[in-house]
């Protein structure tokens, strides 16, 4: 009798484990695709994919789809994210954030990793999942990671309207690049009519002030995006643009190497000397300042209208202190322009 009921009982145990068992057997041989997001605090692009499209990805998968996510702060995050490119055969221009990667392809941009990602997914569910990409610079920031479903937006995320801004920011930085446009031909216009005798007249004492005045505040953001550059600290951009999306591209270096807000810090110094000079000297040196304040400016501006065509068409961001150096050097330029013309208007009897 005894081992009667012995037997029942484990015929009845075993009745009861299979379940179990199968279903543990099930969770673990379901396939899973793991993929890695780098991404950056202040993006819109980036707050768009992680609040709106990854949540609905995450909850048609489940747990058969894993994504880690890894943010770039720091000057070595960002070398590391342009050498992980590298390896993949892209060029620093095509490199920017949220930047997705799934084995060996990348995604890059919010509208793309909506549009590929789920295909991607399906496939690899389809042929029995995916571990992390085998690279060696994917490896170096996997610790720094954090799995989505661990991810709390309201905790991590800067607020910001991502449409409304990106809106205001490119329609100001066309503003501005309007504005820089016609200062050109004016100058040009202006500098003609100096060759023909006919320079603009000295300016008045509360304008020749306004040139240290707006050099000074030149040299306050310039100094400050060079701080952002060299600590690798978010800008603080407010509801206009996205300076970090800027600041992380590789034009916020010239020649990959000198931030292009020590390069302005360099000219609103210089723009500064040479009025000190003109203003407190009366020798040769002094005569030139306003010639030269013109010339370092109009470079300034050049300049900046290439910055500001490289937000609008290549990087896709503004930044509210790049737009506010360029109107400045702008102002400064067009503040200077009666100096040159009347230097271009002297005849050889009064030289």
């Known amino acids: 009798m005894r081992k009667t009921l012995i037997i029942f009982f484990i015929i009845l145990l075993g009745l009861g484990m299979p379940v179990n068992v199968r279903a543990a057997a099930t969770q673990s041989e379901q396939p899973k695709v793991n993929a890695i997001l780098f991404w950056s605090n202040g993006c819109p692009n980036c707050s768009q994919v992680l609040t709106e499209i990854l949540p609905a990805l995450q909850e048609k998968y489940d747990s058969r789809l894993n994504i880690l996510l890894i943010e770039v702060v720091s000057a070595e995050d960002i070398d590391y994210l342009y050498s992980l490119g590298s390896d993949l055969g892209l060029s620093k221009e095509q490199i920017s954030v949220p930047f997705l990667l799934i084995d060996q392809t990348s995604l890059i941009g919010a509208d793309e990793i909506q549009e590929k990602l789920p295909e991607v997914v399906e496939k690899y569910l389809s042929t029995g999942g995916l571990g992390y990409p ?11 990671g954090i799995a989505f479903t661990s991810f709390e937006p309201e905790s991590l995320l800067i607020p910001q309207t991502a449409t409304a801004t990106k809106a205001t920011g490119i329609s100001l930085a066309w503003g501005i690049i309007v504005f820089m446009i016609i200062a050109l031909i004016v100058a040009i216009v202006m500098i003609l009519r100096a060759f023909q005798g006919k320079p603009i007249g000295k300016v008045n004492r509360w304008l020749d002030i306004a040139i240290p005045v707006l050099a000074v505040i030149g040299l306050v953001v310039s100094l400050y995006l060079t701080y952002v550059e060299f600590t690798s600290t978010r800008a603080l951009c407010g509801p206009v643009g996205d300076c970090n ?36 000297k009366t020798d040769a040196l002094a005569r030139l300042a306003g010639p030269v304040m013109f010339g370092m400016a109009l470079f300034g501006t050049l300049f900046s209208i290439y910055l500001t065509y490289l937000e609008l068409f290549v990087i896709h961001a503004v930044c509210i202190w790049c737009l506010s150096s360029a109107a400045l050097i702008t102002g400064l330029m067009l503040l200077n322009l009666p100096a040159l013309t009347q230097w271009l208007a002297i005849s050889d009897e009064e030289e």
């Open 245 to 280: 999306a800027v600041q992380n591209s590789p034009y916020a270096k010239l020649f990959g190497v000198l931030p292009i807000g020590l390069v302005g810090a360099i000219g609103y110094i210089a723009i500064l000397v040479a009025w000190v000079w003109r203003r407190f």
């Open 134 to 144: 085998d690279l060696p610079q994917a490896d170096r920031m996997l610790p720094k």
